[in-house]
């Protein structure tokens, strides 16, 4: 498995930008679909993100499409998220996680085995 590590969250107002960020230590981070996730109090875990294990195929939440972006760097080890235009409804701890290797990226939670413990993000209206 792979140890996952968010930062980044943070207090925003709406129409505000954060930069999430998740740091991976342990087996072939390179080799891994990355996701991102969200939970808001009371909800389930939804998809927000994923992207394939060289970064050149990602998909998107119709909520978050056009507004935010994935991505990698497999030589830093790491994967972000780049919110624009943040509305109060993207209130949530946000969770990054990893796939098995060499699996293609996926919208679905059990197609992950490694979580990070999670960054919380508040948008202000």
């Known amino acids: 498995q792979v140890q996952l590590v968010e930062s980044g969250g943070g207090l925003v107002q709406a129409g505000g930008s954060l930069r999430l960020s998740c740091a991976a230590s342990?087996?072939?981070?390179?080799?891994?679909?990355m996701g991102w996730f969200r939970q808001a109090p009371g909800k389930e875990r939804e998809f927000v993100a994923t992207i394939n294990w060289i970064g050149s195929s990602t998909n998107y939440a119709d909520s978050v499409k056009g507004r935010f972006t994935i991505s990698r760097d497999n030589a830093k080890n790491t994967m972000y998220l780049q919110m624009n235009s943040l509305k109060p409804e993207d209130t949530a701890v946000y969770y990054c996680?990893?796939?098995?290797?060499?699996?293609?990226?996926?919208?679905?939670?059990?197609?992950?085995?490694?979580w990070g413990q999670g960054t919380q993000v508040t948008v202000s209206s």
């Open positions: 342990g087996r072939a981070f390179s080799s891994r679909a």
């Open positions: 996680a990893a796939g098995r290797p060499w699996t293609p990226p996926s919208n679905t939670i059990a197609d992950y085995n490694s």
